[in-house]
């Protein structure tokens, strides 16, 4: 089938790149030209593993284009996939003119009757009120993307389930045809009204935030108690009605995503008279983890003022150079305007970090970020610092203080070397 897919992010190349692998062929267009331009050269303008080897095959097989003119992506295609973002407006709830604008380009410029299929993640009613403003001709539809950052490509080729909500048999089919081959490897696949798939998406990822605060506030908790939150979590995981994932305490959740979808969620279903308090209470326990490493260094170094706090890890989780709400950068936020001198490493995200917050002093290597600190934190746990030697960090540090921002680091080796080491969710 021919598609188009309008936006060339975090969402559209690697759902462009999948479609692509699925034999399709697929058309990519952005508003950006630079962008378009970046990956016709067959470069990805992001950290995302895999995917520029996804696009290059998809480039060679010619089953996917990039082009900045929006016509020539509508020339011919059967489905539109809208990938634009859905920021959050000052109220906190999901600001659509981008979504909207591309939406009325497309079905302007589309020569035929079009289905578009909104990948973006919206609040209920979205795909309704789409459909409303464009007209009969352009069948719209909710097909929200579940890409976790770092893991996107598989999470396209090998999705947990794709659910798509539609009202209209031709549209449900169309769609139906296009994820065959998914179906056919066994991908549970869910039709359903537009409406019930925009809240299963955003009921996805609050849940995913409701397990990650459930479990910080639970630190909290052990920290006050004398009790130990790691084994705690073991304790849950083991029953599998609660299950191991997203039970790691830390300095809590950021990205794109959650953050925002959450309050997206809490905004939509206000404005439907629903007042869901518990995401609120999620978001509020999420910002007092940074608070309580800030605290826990603060005690440690008995006051921040003229000290140097080394960050280990600035993007908002491993595997990926986006600082997007990262925890990390709220802390050296926190940290610089207590006056802190702030040091700071990531193996990806040094460069977008260092835009965000030019106070930290961003070092080309670990050990360099370390030198003459007087406490490291870890704040993303990539697997190059499980690998770091205890000794050495003593070596090149002012003071052998370690706070342990996401319970990763060999706590037992770090002390053996002299280290105080402290990590989230038990006493210090
Ligand atoms: C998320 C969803 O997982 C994905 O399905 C969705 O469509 C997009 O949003 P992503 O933003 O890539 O994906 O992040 P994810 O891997 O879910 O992690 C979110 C945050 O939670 C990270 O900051 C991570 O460090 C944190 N986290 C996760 C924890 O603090 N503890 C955990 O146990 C798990």
Redesign the pocket.
Known sequence: MRIAVVGAGRVGVPTAASLGRLGHRVAVTDVDARRIETLQAGTVPFHEPGLEELVREGQASGRLRFTDDLADALDGPEAAFLCVGTPSDPEGAADLSALQSAADAVAMIAAGPLVLAVKSTVPVGTADRLADRLGPATRVVANP??????RAVEDALRPLRVIVGTEDPAARELMRHIYDPLIDDGTPYIETDPRTAEVAKHA??AF?AMK?SY?NALARVCELAGADVETVTAAMAADDRIGAA???A?L???????PKDLRAFERAVAALGYDFGLLREVDRVNDEAVDAAFARIESALDGVSGKRVALLGLA??PGTDNVTTSPALALARRLASAGATVSGFDPQAGANAKAEVPEVDLAGDPYAALERADCAVLCTEWEEFRELDPARMRDVMALPVVVDGRNALDGDALTRAGFRYMRMGAAP
Do not use: T
């Open positions: 993307e579940f890409l976790r950052e770092g996805c990822n995913l990650v479990v997203y039970l790691e830390g809590g959740f950021g990205g794109y995503c959650l908002f989780k």
